[in-house]
C-alpha cells in the first residue's frame, strides 16, 4: 500500500518542477497582452491580475480620462504613465525581475473604485509579489497619491524604489522632431529678421544718447523710491484728515505713490537744468540768447531745489533749513 502512494509522491513533485506554476502562467499570459501600452483592465481582469498568488509585481493606475469625468490630471498624466510602459517594456531587464504595468479606467471599473473607496483619480496600486524571490510577508498595496501634476521620472523613480535591488530600464523620453523642426525655423527667422532690419535697427541700438536717457530714467526712477513702494505696498495718496489730499508721508520710513512721482520729476528736472547749463549752454553763439538761458535754467534750478528742501522739511519736521521762494 506504501508502494503506490510513493510513486503519486514522486510524479506530483516531477510535474511540478516540470510544469509552470499558475502564477507564472497568469504573468505570461498578462504580458503577451499588451507588449508595449500599459494593460487595459476591467473589474474582472483587474481581480484576476493582483488575486494571490502572485510572483510578480504589478502597478495599476486608476483613472478616469474620460472627458465626461472631468479629470484634467488623469488625461495630462496619461501619456506620461504610457511612456513609462514603454521605457520599461522596451528596457534591458534582468529576466528574474517582472513587472507588469497596466490602467483600470473608471469606465470599466467602477466596482473596483467603489470597493476601495476611491474619491479622487488618479491613484497608483503596486501590488508586491506573494511568492518566488522577491514574495514580502505584507503583501498589502502601496499607493501613490497625486497631488498635483508630476512627470514621468517622478513616479517612475518612486516605483524603482519599491523594486528589488539590481538593474532596471531607463526612462527614455522619445526625440520630439516637431520641436527640433519648430526650433530651427524659429532659429533661422530670427536670423533673417536680423539681417534685414541690422542696418536700421543697429544704429538704434548703438546710440549712447539713447542709453543715456535709459540709464537716466532707471536711475530717476530707483532713486526716488520705485522699488520701497513694490515691496512696501505703500497707498498711492492718502487723505489729511481735512478734506484734502497728503502728497507725502511723514518720517523717512514711510512713502506714497505720487510722491515717488513727484521726487522723480523733480531729480529729472534737477538733472536736465544742470546738463542744459553745462554743456548746452556754452555752445549757443548768440551771447544775448546765452545770457537768457543761463536766467531761465539758473532760475529752474533754484525753484525745483527750494521745492525739494521743502518737501525734505515735511518729511522731516526738524530740518532747519530752507531756500526762497519755497
Known sequence: MKLPVLITSILCIASSALGTSPSSDKYEKYKSMSRVAPIELTDKTYNDLTSK??????????????????????REFQPEWELIAQSWNKGPRPDELKLLLATLDFSNGKETFQKLMLQTAPVLLMFPPTVGPFAKVDDAPLRFDFSGPISAEQLYSWINRHLPEGPKPSLSRPVNYMRIVSAVTILMGLVTLFSVLSPYVLPIITNRNLWAGFSLIAILLFTSGHMFNHIRKVPYVVGDGK?????????????????????????????????ALSMKVPRMADKKAQQLAVIIWGGVLLCMYSFLLNVFKVKNGGYPFFLPPF
Open 53 to 74: 498568488p502572485r510572483d510578480y509585481h504589478v502597478a495599476v493606475l486608476l483613472t478616469a480620462t474620460d472627458a465626461r469625468y472631468g479629470c484634467v490630471l488623469c
Open 243 to 275: 478734506g484734502g489730499i497728503s502728497y507725502f508721508a511723514g518720517g523717512f520710513s514711510n512713502q506714497f505713490g505720487m510722491e515717488t512721482q513727484i521726487v522723480a520729476a523733480v531729480y529729472a528736472v534737477l538733472s536736465f537744468a544742470t546738463i
